[in-house]
């Protein structure tokens, strides 16, 4: 029979999770390090494609384009290698990863407006990048963030459509058809950018809040499931602490007036014992867990009693790892284990029998180990 529990010292990085580190945050440190990945990868596709038009592409957007997606790539990299050993991200990249996106985003546009036209700047396919950046809020972003984010990329937009007609880069026409043909832009159109863009933004924040909610709910089960099976178990710790059986006091007793007329002596190490027992036993009543070693203290006196009742047919063996001994374990959890093998293994045996004890490490946690024998389940029952 054996019994698995965590040792005495445990790894600090498990206390940190449990004090600091709660399940939502690890969630969002985890799909930001994904997001980078994938940031990476679109950022070398955008730079390997500038780097193939490069010679159709007049020298300034060229300068541009190195400037805007070199910094970016670099940054994104960059990541990598300094928080490559952390089990966590820093909070704050979540803030700054999809400033910098969205800004990148509007630099490219605007350098396309500066240098060639502002009409097909505004026209270009990279404005999707913003619904991209605004979809991974939920899995990254707190609430806030996203809404930040989604105002972030309203606010710029509109700004760069404000820069390019104030500084008079792109004429304004009221009616669409004819802006989608020519080097104009029509208000309705961007308009409508700048509504879908919002629209997104609203439906990102709201699916951040709708994540962050189930995370956190499904946090809070998780905490009181947990809760109450750390209840069951004191409750089952706490049957065994009523374990010194009736039985086991019955025959200790029946020893001890068995021993009073032919062997005072040993009538009086048993009643010793059972003092000793019962003192050890009580000084832990209150306690849920205890070191090894103490626990040790107890079996040993219960073995101390057992050895006078069946003398030479019973045999002990312990074999306590000597890094185990200040391993924490459920208190009273040997006694009741050592107690079902001499009862149902060993008593119902002429000839007696061993019992072996066995306390080892295995990696992170402590195998406590009780064997015996004896006439096993099948023997006893019959």
Do not use: C
Not at 6 to 12: I, K, M, S, V
Not at 58 to 75: D, E, S
Not at 322 to 335: C, F, G, K, S, Y
């Amino acid at each position: 029979m054996g019994t698995s529990g965590p040792p005495a010292e445990r790894p600090a990085s498990a206390i940190a999770d449990a004090a600091g580190r709660p399940l939502i945050e690890l969630h969002r440190s985890r799909a930001e390090r994904l997001l980078n990945g994938v940031r990476a990868l679109v950022l070398l596709l955008l730079a390997t494609a500038a780097l193939a038009y490069a010679p159709a592409l007049p020298r300034v957007l060229n300068w541009m384009n190195v400037l805007i997606l070199a910094p970016t790539l670099g940054w994104t990299l960059a990541q990598w290698v300094i928080f490559s050993h952390d089990d966590m991200l820093p909070g704050w990249l979540s803030v700054v990863n999809p400033v910098v996106d969205i800004t990148a985003v509007t630099m490219i546009l605007g350098a396309y407006g500066l240098t060639q036209s502002a009409a097909l700047a505004l026209r270009s396919p990279i404005f999707l990048a913003y619904f991209v950046v605004l979809a991974a809020r939920p899995i990254t972003s707190s609430t806030r963030t996203a809404a930040g984010v989604a105002a972030l990329a309203v606010g710029e937009y509109a700004a760069l459509v404000a820069f390019f007609v104030l500084t008079s880069r792109v004429s304004v026409i009221a009616s669409p058809v004819i802006a989608s043909t020519g080097p104009v832009i029509s208000p309705l159109d961007e308009g409508a950018k700048l509504l879908l863009l919002a629209i997104a933004g609203g439906v990102a924040t709201y699916a951040t809040a709708w994540h962050e909610r189930l995370l956190t709910s499904y946090d809070r089960q998780a905490r009181a499931h947990a809760e109450l099976e750390g209840q069951l178990v004191r409750a089952q710790l706490e049957s065994l602490k009523l374990q010194l059986h009736p039985h086991f006091l019955f025959n200790t007793l029946n020893t001890i007036t068995a021993l009073i007329t032919p062997d005072p002596r040993a009538a009086e190490r048993v009643v010793t014992g059972l003092s000793d027992l019962l003192r050890l036993s009580l000084h832990s009543a209150g306690e849920h867990e205890v070191p090894l070693d103490r626990e040790l203290d107890v079996l040993r006196r219960y073995l101390e009693i057992q050895q006078v009742r069946f003398s030479d047919r019973l045999r002990v063996e312990l074999r306590i790892e000597p890094d185990t001994e200040r391993a924490m374990v459920p208190n009273l959890i040997l006694q009741p284990l050592v107690e079902n093998a001499i009862r149902h293994g060993i008593a119902p045996r002429a000839s007696g029998g061993s019992v072996a004890v066995r306390a080892a490490r295995e990696g992170a946690l402590l195998r406590l180990e009780v064997s015996d024998d004896g006439v096993g389940i099948r023997g006893a029952g019959g």
